[in-house]
């Protein structure tokens, strides 16, 4: 699930009080509430995508968290540990 910080998401220009549709996380944040919004998002030079977060009322410590639910499914991304990078590109449509 991609996580959306609570601060992050007021900067977007999201009202807490007008996302209706709740859910619930689980782990380390599973204490909190969150809603889910749908962002209109640009990565890197790609066309933009839509990509559906939780966002949380947690503290402002929890990270930006970009997961399987829908980050991943838009996006092929290879990690080079040894070198410390990775590399993001638009999924592969030859699968689709």
Known sequence: MNVLPYSVGIELGYMWEQ?????SLTGNLAQ?????????AVIG???PVQLVFAW???TNNVP???????????????????????????KSLALE
């Open 19 to 23: 996302q209706t549709t709740a859910l």
């Open 64 to 90: 930006l968290i970009l997961g399987q639910v829908n980050f991943f499914m838009e996006f092929d991304i290879c990690l080079y540990r040894s070198q410390l990078q990775f590399r993001i590109s638009p």
């Open 45 to 47: 030079q790609f066309e």
């Open 32 to 40: 909190y509430e969150a809603r889910v919004i749908l962002v209109q």
């Open 56 to 58: 949380t009322q947690a």
